[in-house]
Each structure stands twice: as C-alpha cells, then as structure tokens.
C-alpha cells in the first residue's frame, strides 16, 4: 500500500471515515503493537462492509504474529547459543578422544568449552546452535512463513476492493458528466421568455402595423 500522509490518507485528502466493527469478530488483542498497526490500517481503508473487516483484520493479525514469530527466532539463537558452543567444542574434543563415553565428552566440554571457544569459527557455532534446536526453528519458520501468506492474501484482497470502487466511482462520475452535458442532469433553473418579448415576434408586430 501507499504511504500515509499525516492526515492518513495515502492521497494526501481527507481520509474516509470507517463504519463500525461487527461485534461477532471478537475482542481485540492488548498489545500495544497489535493496536498502533490496526489503527494505522483502519484509518487508511476505512472498511465499510463486513467483509472489509475481515481481510483487514486478517491482514493485521497475519502481519502481528509474523513479526513475533520472528522475534521468537532471535530469542532462540541469543539463549542457545551455548549450546552451539557445547556441541561445538565436544564435536573437537570427540576427534581428539574418539573412545570417550557421551557422559564424558559432557563433563569435558562444560570444563573446556571457555578455553576452545576462541579457537572455533562464528560459523560453526551458528550451525550448532541451529541444529540444538533444529526442530524449535523450523516449526517457529513454518509458523512464520504460514502468517506471512495468509497477510500477503489479506493485502491483495484489500487492493483488488479498493481498485474496484475506484474504477467504480470513477464510472459513476463519467456517467454523471456524460448526463449533464445531455441535458439530463439538473444545470441551473432558466425562467421562459414571454413570446411578445422574443425579437422575430417584435419584428413581425412593426411589420403589421402595430409598432
């Protein structure tokens, strides 16, 4: 969509004022976040049927729960990166001692890890971190990529309405200036000009004499 100007309308006028929300949609979410984006969403299309307030609140709730579950992932890469750096450094110290039991390789790796951390490369511990909670991120990535779908739809849905009245709109002002010029729409109120006051009736009354 457009950009808002400050009066909140992406054409720089007025913006159209909204219809109310159908009750039976639910109660909103608290979220301050969720609230300033569905505030500057309703202010710009201004939905008018039920159906416009679906697709916006779609829109709103897809986009809301795409930037959480991004956030999500940030919080899960933060609070386990150690345990890429654990896996890391046991990967090491597996090499090195092929025949250590797991419960040993543990122990060590949680002595060692903040000696050999340094000597291991950022993307290596990115990759275990990844693969710690493989199953965590690529469920939070399904959920992610599933929002954001479901918000795209909700747009175009939006898009395609107000393309459609507009050209509607604009038809209904064609239409209307097509009948004025025709001489069907209402033009100002002209009052009849009396026959004797007419030049031809003036110029046939001083040919018969009556002038």
Partial sequence: MKPMSKNGSSTGTAPKKASRRPRWLGPLLEDPMYRRMRKALIREIAPDMALDW???????????????????????????KWDGIKRA???RLRQRCPSDPEDELDWKAGRLWPTMASSIEPAEIEAETFLARQSDLDSIARRRATALRRRDAALRHIEQRRSRRKKEEA???????????????????????ALEELPIAADRNHQNGHG
Avoid: D, L
């Avoid at 709730?61 to 386990?80: A, D, T």
């Fill in 171 to 193: 038809q209904s002002q064609k239409i209307a200036a097509t009948r004025s010029m025709n001489g069907k729409g209402e033009g100002p109120v002209v009052e009849p000009t």
């Fill in 89 to 91: 450094v046991k990967r």
């Fill in 54 to 80: 679906i697709e916006a609140e779609e829109y709103v709730m897809s986009q809301y729960q795409s930037m959480r579950f991004g956030n999500w992932q940030k919080v899960i890469w933060e609070h386990c």
